[in-house]
Nanobody, 117 residues
Framework: VQLQASGGGLVQAGGSLRLSCAAS????????IGWYRQAPGKRREMVAL???????PYSDSVKGRFTISRDTAKNTVYLQMNSLKPEDTAVYYC????????????WGQGTQLTVSS
């Protein structure tokens, strides 16, 4: 599975942005897909995921502001980010858990989001 993330950029606090992640390859084997982020000097953290059972867990820090969605026909997952805060500044990584012979994790290349105050 290959993951291509896009949509990052510079936005003012309070603004909105949408990230996209296009998956290719063995997409039918994707069990979980979504977004993680990593700010400078911090650990990578889960932002939002879409599970194959339809559940969409979110980080408490983004609940009510971010919305994850998946277009299975386009093999694309989106992260709509509203009411952005400077603390949302990070590199955002697309992630997929794929069930193959083993359960494998796949990562996209990351896209930078910078929120200015």
């Amino acid at each position: 599975v290959q993951l291509q993330a896009s949509g990052g950029g510079l936005v003012q606090a309070g603004g909105s942005l949408r990230l996209s992640c296009a998956a290719s390859g063995r997409t039918a084997s994707i069990n979980v897909i979504g977004w993680y982020r990593q700010a400078p000097g911090k650990r990578r953290e889960m932002v939002a995921l879409v599970r194959s059972n339809g559940l969409t867990p979110y980080s408490d820090s983004v609940k009510g502001r971010f919305t994850i969605s998946r277009d299975t026909a386009k093999n694309t997952v989106y992260l709509q980010m509203n009411s952005l805060k400077p603390e949302d500044t990070a590199v955002y990584y697309c992630y997929a858990e794929v069930i193959e012979a083993l359960i494998n994790d796949y990562w996209g290349q990351g896209t930078q989001l910078t929120v200015s105050s």
